[in-house]
């Protein structure tokens, strides 16, 4: 095995194959998460050699591990691709795609150049035989081969393979490169192609591990896949952090030592979220960048996106920026330090974080971050109110067993809708937003459906046990509140059924109905409470005389002494259980309420008849008006603002377009979806104004959404 450090044309200069193994797992990368990052920096490059051209500025790109074969030629040196096919792939997509757009503006000794990084010349081709240096054989054969092979200019819609991530890639570059290129005739594009050019034939790096044909390339590739311990988005921030800072002239080693705060056995403990497992550091650096661009960030993308929100959004020097990440950090870290207390009363944060930790979620904390932003100084007031109306939008959806996979979304949107709202508004705003979420995935549910749930829901059964105790413990620290006490010890404390699981041989009834009417309530939430520790199975199991003997005896929690005192002159049955459990609704609904007269309506996006909803009929609902301002959502293009027409379409810049995503795909250059794409001055999307326009109709009057 040899390394070595290679520039592409150091790597593809020589007539030759890489081939790409049947089993290795087919092309992946996507736009966000690894084309739009790489060609920023690739442009960065660029840029910098026509700003100083004296500074031969690289990027480095990654390792690729290949091996040698036996030539399926005799003129040309054959490699398997062991490790970082998805690179290499990349790298050839977008030297081909460039390579097009030079010839057909007449470039052709460029062109050339960028040719021979892809394609084997002509003489050493057997007849027949294509001449891509890299060889796909597993199932992206066929669309890497068509678009490669492709004569430019490129039609990716024609091609027999045109929804392949492969084609979908070589569009995405011929498209930002042309764009960035910018007209044949004008004065800078000679230099631009000159330096693109150089770019990519010598101003990229990578490793090259090279293997001989009788090592062992599997175990090399599990050692270097799993048996180490792969960078996670925590180290890949930090290592950029202070490779910034150096370059800005600052202390790193100070800055190391008193502002990074990561390095601590909290910080590098691995939490689950999902079925995964990631560093805290790592979960939290996500999370703070969410509150800090109001956009869904992929734990996937939290380094490349902390990169480009550094480098084009935050406005801050890296001096400057790390003590605020910092001063969240220790926030952060605060708040779930109290939060796993036993003991001892929590804020609204603090219990949020509790609560979140509990029901097996972390979807409220890019909030609680943004909430607490240094410099934001909202009222204590404000903040305890939105997070009681927050927490109440999931609970809520966790007492019906609701899907939370898209709530991070929501989250996101409030931030970026929200973020420059005055506080006397915000709670206001926070809350409209929340309200008026009408579709299954996200909508928030109202007094009557939690009631009719929640009143025969075999809740000991149906809830996991954690989400359980922590809403039967909300309730207890309700009925504290009431008369002065601190919240209850959060011990784990175990959750009793009043009347046993096993009632048959000490509550024994003889009527099959009445048997049915039993086991019915068993895991209701009214027959159920909170004690300080558990009772033996024969006390548990035993009759109620002598069972609420022992709760008396070990009872200081108020669900249970309520029971006791209920019991007083009357012994438990089904009767009490039905009673409790509608109190113990009331009081759930009053920890988490929703505002008055919200119903929790949700429309079916599946109800589709009659003409298509457009504008006009929004603007004629009296739900938008002319004159009205659209603010586009994507991070690219914040700030950039179209206007609504009397006749319902939209001004931009000076041209009129018919539809949302017209008006959207102007600025993006591609297919966009534009009732997500622009929003109205409350931060609400065009999509949510056409749903509250859809539920407001008469069931036989609903018409289709247009544009979609």
């Known amino acids: 095995m040899e390394t070595f450090k290679r520039t592409p044309l150091q790597l593809f200069n020589l007539p030759q194959h890489f081939v790409i193994p049947l089993f290795q797992r087919p092309y992946v990368w996507k736009e966000d998460e690894q084309w739009e990052p790489l060609w920023k920096d690739i442009r960065r490059i660029a840029e910098l050699r026509i700003d100083e051209p004296h500074q031969n500025a690289t990027h480095f790109l990654g390792a690729v591990v290949i091996q040698s074969l036996e030539a399926q030629s005799k003129r040309l040196t054959t490699w398997n691709v062991i490790d970082g096919q998805q690179r290499l792939t990349t790298l050839q997509i977008l030297?081909?795609?460039?390579?097009?757009?030079?010839?057909?503006?007449?470039?052709?000794?460029?062109?050339?150049?960028?040719?021979?990084?892809?394609?084997?010349?002509?003489?050493?081709?057997?007849?027949?035989?294509?001449?891509?240096?890299?060889?796909?054989?597993?199932?992206?054969?066929?669309?890497?081969?068509?678009?490669?092979?492709?004569?430019?200019?490129?039609?990716?819609?024609?091609?027999?393979?045109?929804?392949?991530?492969?084609?979908?890639?070589?569009?995405?570059?011929?498209?930002?490169?042309?764009?960035?290129?910018?007209?044949?005739?004008?004065?800078?594009?000679?230099?631009?192609?000159?330096?693109?050019?150089?770019?990519?034939?010598?101003?990229?790096?990578?490793?090259?591990?090279?293997?001989?044909?009788?090592?062992?390339?599997?175990?090399?590739?599990?050692?270097?896949?799993?048996?180490?311990?792969?960078?996670?988005?925590?180290?890949?921030?930090?290592?950029?952090?202070?490779?910034?800072?150096?370059?800005?002239?600052?202390?790193?080693?100070?800055?190391?030592?008193?502002?990074?705060?990561?390095?601590?056995?909290?910080?590098?403990?691995?939490?689950?979220?999902?079925?995964?497992?990631?560093?805290?550091?790592?979960?939290?650096?996500?999370?703070?960048?969410?509150?800090?661009?109001?956009?869904?960030?992929?734990?996937?993308?939290?380094?490349?996106?902390?990169?480009?929100?550094?480098?084009?959004?935050?406005?801050?020097?890296?001096?400057?920026?790390?003590?605020?990440?910092?001063?969240?950090?220790?926030?952060?870290?605060?708040?779930?330090?109290?939060?796993?207390?036993?003991?001892?009363?929590?804020?609204?944060?603090?219990?949020?974080?509790?609560?979140?930790?509990?029901?097996?979620?972390?979807?409220?904390?890019?909030?609680?971050?943004?909430?607490?932003?240094?410099?934001?100084?909202?009222?204590?007031?404000?903040?305890?109110?939105?997070?009681?109306?927050?927490?109440?939008?999931?609970?809520?959806?966790?007492?019906?067993?609701?899907?939370?996979?898209?709530?991070?979304?929501?989250?996101?949107?409030?931030?970026?809708?929200?973020?420059?709202?005055?506080?006397?508004?915000?709670?206001?705003?926070?809350?409209?937003?929340?309200?008026?979420?009408?579709?299954?995935?996200?909508?928030?549910?109202?007094?009557?459906?939690?009631?009719?749930?929640?009143?025969?829901?075999?809740?000991?059964?149906?809830?996991?046990r954690g989400r359980l105790r922590m809403i039967l413990e909300a309730v207890e620290d309700l009925y504290r509140a009431e008369t002065g006490q601190p919240q209850i010890e959060r011990k784990g404390y175990p959750i009793e059924h009043l009347l046993p699981r096993k009632w048959h041989d000490t509550w024994a009834v003889q009527a099959p109905e009445d048997i049915e009417k039993r086991q019915l309530r068993v895991h209701r939430l009214g027959n159920l409470t909170l004690l300080t520790r558990s009772l033996n199975s024969k006390v548990s199991n035993g009759p109620w005389s002598a069972k609420r003997s022992a709760l008396m005896d070990h009872n200081t929690i108020t669900l249970t002494g309520r029971v006791i005192k209920r019991t007083e002159h009357h012994a438990w049955d089904e009767e009490l259980i039905d009673q409790r459990t509608t109190e113990l609704i009331d009081r759930i609904l009053q920890v988490w309420p929703v505002p008055e007269g919200h119903h929790g309506k949700v429309v079916d996006p599946q109800t589709k008849a009659g003409d298509w909803v457009e504008l006009k009929h929004l603007i004629e609902a009296e739900l938008l008006a002319p004159g009205d301002k659209l603010v586009a959502t994507h991070r690219d293009f914040k700030g950039r603002e179209a206007t609504l027409t009397s006749d319902g379409a939209i001004e931009l810049v000076g041209k009129r377009y018919t539809s949302p995503s017209a008006a959207g795909h102007a600025l993006r250059k591609k297919a966009t979806n534009g009732w997500y794409f622009w929003a109205v001055a409350d931060g609400r999307r065009l999509r949510d104004v056409r749903a509250e326009f859809q539920n407001s109709m008469p069931a036989d009057e609903e018409l289709k959404f247009s544009d979609e």
């Not at 990084?117 to 597993?138: A, P, Q, S």
């Open 95 to 464: 030297a081909n795609a460039t390579c097009g757009l030079l010839a057909e503006s007449g470039n052709a000794r460029l062109a050339g150049q960028l040719e021979r990084l892809t394609h084997n010349d002509d003489v050493y081709v057997e007849d027949g035989d294509i001449r891509l240096k890299v060889r796909h054989l597993n199932k992206d054969q066929a669309a890497f081969n068509g678009v490669m092979s492709a004569e430019p200019p490129v039609d990716h819609t024609d091609l027999a393979h045109s929804d392949s991530q492969i084609v979908a890639a070589h569009a995405y570059f011929s498209r930002v490169v042309e764009q960035w290129l910018g007209p044949p005739e004008s004065d800078e594009y000679t230099g631009k192609a000159k330096k693109l050019t150089d770019v990519l034939l010598d101003g990229l790096q990578l490793v090259s591990i090279e293997l001989e044909a009788s090592e062992n390339s599997q175990e090399i590739f599990e050692t270097l896949n799993a048996r180490g311990t792969p960078l996670t988005a925590a180290d890949l921030v930090r290592n950029f952090v202070f490779q910034r800072l150096e370059a800005e002239g600052g202390d790193t080693e100070k800055a190391y030592r008193e502002d990074w705060p990561f390095e601590t056995k909290f910080w590098m403990k691995e939490v689950s979220v999902g079925r995964n497992f990631i560093s805290r550091s790592s979960l939290f650096l996500n999370q703070w960048l969410v509150s800090r661009t109001g956009e869904e960030v992929s734990p996937q993308a939290t380094f490349n996106r902390f990169k480009s929100y550094v480098e084009l959004e935050s406005g801050h020097e890296m001096a400057h920026l790390l003590p605020a990440i910092k001063q969240q950090a220790q926030q952060y870290e605060a708040w779930t330090v109290a939060a796993a207390r036993p003991s001892g009363n929590l804020d609204s944060a603090e219990m949020a974080v509790y609560r979140m930790q509990a029901g097996g979620v972390e979807v409220l904390k890019p909030l609680l971050i943004w909430l607490h932003k240094p410099g934001r100084d909202l009222p204590q007031a404000t903040v305890d109110q939105i997070i009681r109306v927050a927490e109440s939008w999931v609970v809520r959806r966790q007492l019906l067993r609701l899907s939370g996979s898209d709530l991070g979304r929501i989250v996101a949107d409030l931030i970026a809708a929200n973020s420059t709202v005055p506080a006397d508004e915000l709670v206001e705003r926070v809350t409209g937003h929340l309200a008026r979420l009408n579709v299954t995935s996200t909508y928030w549910p109202g007094d009557e459906e939690v009631r009719t749930t929640l009143t025969t829901e075999s809740a000991y059964s149906r809830f996991p």
